[in-house]
């Protein structure tokens, strides 16, 4: 872990959910982390958290589909904590419909926040990573890259980042940086939890009805998906890279 300490983990989305977990797994394995979120309350709670428990933390608003405001969130990380040479591209939304009832505007919502938002992540911090010939990039994919019922935009999105996971792999190799996306399947947080709300169903069965059909008979915690993401941050995981990893409680893909 000594090598890590020096090191710092840029994870967006991390107000809550998934991303506030992979930056508590972080940050425990030793790598200062820097905290996007559009959430500032989000932000300044797992700030704390992380602070008062000894480690280096910030918390940066930002949009990461916004080009100047990614320059500055990555610039200030470099400048605050140091090089951000792990970048977890986690930031995600749902605008969830049929295609015949989907608007232009929640296609191009979605794509902007998991694909523009990525790639202007990935371009911003991959400077940081090529200088220290070192790097660590995770993508957020989802099982919805396989295609999903009332999902055209965000499936669409989720397979798209895998290819550029795939190609982030083949340029930056050379450099000593990985790039892997982690496909989760159904996670119990906040997003779930509105899916739930827009179907009419309690959240309680609709994770009971999600577990049935997994064959580990449950559904995920975001901590199945940080854990995931520490390995593949990590010294040993160098070799390891343009992988997809389905974390889905069973085979996938
Ligand atoms: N929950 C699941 O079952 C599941 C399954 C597969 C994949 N995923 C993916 O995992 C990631 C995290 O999901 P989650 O369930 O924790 O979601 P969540 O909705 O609980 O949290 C997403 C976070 O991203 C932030 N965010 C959204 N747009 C942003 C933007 N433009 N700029 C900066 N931050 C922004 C939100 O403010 C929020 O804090 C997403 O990419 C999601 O698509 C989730």
Do not use: C
């Not at 794509?111 to 991959?126: D, E, I, P, T």
């Not at 997003?191 to 069965?205: H, L, N, V, Y």
Request: net charge negative.
């Amino acid at each position: 872990m000594t090598e890590q300490q020096q090191r710092t983990a840029l994870v967006t989305g991390a107000g809550r959910g998934i991303g506030a977990e992979i930056a508590r797994r972080l940050a425990f394995d030793g790598f200062n982390i820097a905290a996007i979120d559009l959430d500032k309350d989000g932000l300044d709670a797992l700030t704390a958290e992380l602070t008062e428990n000894g480690h280096s933390a910030v918390g940066i608003v930002a949009d990461i589909s916004d080009e100047t405001a990614v320059e500055t969130a990555v610039a200030r990380t470099a400048e605050e904590l140091g090089a951000p040479v792990v970048v977890v591209n986690n930031a995600g939304i749902i605008r969830d419909n049929l295609l015949f009832k989907m608007a232009v505007s929640d296609w191009d919502l979605v794509m902007n926040v998991h694909l523009r938002g990525s790639f202007l992540v990935a371009r911003a911090a991959q400077k940081h990573m090529v200088q220290a010939k070192w790097g660590r990039i995770v993508n957020l994919s989802s099982t919805s890259a396989l295609g999903n019922r009332g999902q055209a935009n965000y499936s669409a999105a989720k397979a798209g980042l895998q290819g550029f996971t795939k190609t982030l792999a083949l340029e930056l190799g050379p450099f000593g940086v990985t790039a892997n996306a982690i496909a989760p399947g159904f996670i119990e947080t906040e997003m779930t939890a509105s899916t739930a709300k827009r179907m009419g169903i309690t959240f309680e069965d609709f994770t009971a009805q999600a577990a049935a059909a997994i064959p580990a008979r449950r559904t995920g915690k975001p901590a199945d998906i940080a854990n995931a993401v520490s390995f593949f941050a990590s010294e040993n995981a160098g070799f390891v890279s343009g992988q997809v990893l389905y974390v889905a409680g069973g085979p996938k893909a």
